[in-house]
């Protein structure tokens, strides 16, 4: 796994993937050497035993060389690394850039991508990762390939071809952050936790 970014998101990224994934190791890319060992630290506490290796690489292509998860989850404005670097097969998460005018991804990774979002109207006002390229001319409307509901519910297919580099750009969306809301009430309630607020 590539990991691009050192911070509350990509540490969230990497418990999440990890959960689901078996991760040997991360490669993490981020251009301030010193907060790689508070990184590596929380990571530990949070994994354990399960903490795949972590490794510091100041290079963006060296982090994506035969990465089969890339995750972008920075700050960065432009891209954080080179999209003819990607593996066949590979997934990118890209979490971060969620402006017009901003992206992490260069035009190359969405152009060999399935491209999927977590809602198009959304992609199409925010992810400058899908607006410029769009704007440039060198993606059609139709290179969304599915928003991620229609590939849960299986309306579209989120990999077509074992070597399909499928990205998924997400900009945030209300509905997800509600149903997650509803799934942790509900799970706290069942299990007997949390603490009730009355705020009338």
Not at 60 to 77: L, N, Q
Not at 123 to 138: K, N, Q, Y
Not at 139 to 166: F, M, N, W
Not at 172 to 192: F, H, V
Request: with cysteine.
């Amino acid at each position: 796994m590539a990991l691009f970014g050192a911070g509350a998101t990509a540490r969230t990224s990497l418990w999440a993937i990890r959960a689901v994934r078996k991760i040997q190791e991360v490669r993490v890319c981020h251009p301030h050497p010193e907060r790689f060992s508070a990184f590596a630290a929380a990571m530990s506490d949070l994994l354990g035993d399960a903490c795949p290796t972590l490794r510091r690489v100041v290079a963006p292509r060296e982090a994506v060389r035969g990465a089969d998860i890339v995750v972008t989850a920075t700050t960065a404005a432009e891209p954080v690394f080179p999209g003819d670097a990607l593996e066949t097969g590979s997934f990118v998460g890209a979490l971060g850039a969620y402006r017009p005018t901003t992206r992490e991804l260069d035009s190359a990774t969405i152009r060999r991508a399935r491209l999927v979002v977590d809602s198009r109207a959304g992609a199409l006002a925010e992810a400058g990762d899908v607006i410029i390229p769009l704007r440039a001319g060198e993606i059609g409307p139709e290179h969304l390939a599915a928003e991620l509901g229609e590939v849960l519910t299986g309306q579209a297919p989120g990999r077509t071809s074992p070597d399909d580099i499928v990205v998924f750009k997400s900009v945030g969306n209300a509905i997800q952050d509600l149903t997650l809301a509803r799934l942790t009430y509900e799970e706290a309630r069942s299990k007997g936790v949390g603490k009730e607020v009355d705020f009338s």
